[in-house]
């Protein structure tokens, strides 16, 4: 598949009518990040995560838009779809996609996220997601290692146990583990 993210024409100002916008047109709000990491930082976890939700919505649905709908996005190969998504996040400023297979396990990667709170990243990379392949996707916030959160991709009944891990206090390497068939 051959990109179609145009970092050029991520985003426009049209400074005689005072907006900025997307490639598709949405009105879009340019802001500091420290206005939204103050946000998170007074906002409850709901909020954080709707938040984060509404952001990789919008996200998700121009990457669908660029592929034909949530039925290109999913018959797209994996690096190709990240590729879109990738970009997406990078013009929103909000920092690196990556992506890491464990076995079956997808573990998406935020490096340099501009907000570094894990209930706004996991709604934005769940939403993203969920928003561009129509599928009932969720992440959950595993880790933070190098630098990068690493969440989880994974469906509704998987998310809610591995959030049930992840509150007990289980490492990430034996969340893997228990994901893959090992230790209850």
Known sequence: ????????????????????????????????????????????????????????????????KRLGGSDGATKATLEGFLNELAGEVAAAGLGTLG??????????TVGNPAVEDDAFLAGLVGAALATATGKDTHAVHLANADGQAKLLVASRGTAERVRGFVADGVSFGAILEKLHGGAA
Request: hydrophobic share 55%; net charge neutral.
């Open 99 to 108: 992506l890491e297979r464990w076995g079956r396990a997808l573990v998406v």
């Open 1 to 64: 598949m051959v990109s179609t993210f145009d970092p050029a024409r991520a985003v426009r100002l049209d400074f005689p009518r005072g907006a900025a916008l997307a490639s598709d047109d949405e009105r879009l709000v340019l802001l500091p990040a420290a206005a939204l990491i103050e946000l998170t930082l007074e906002a409850p976890a709901e909020l954080r995560v709707t938040l984060g939700k509404a952001l990789g919505a919008s996200l998700g649905a121009r990457v669908a």
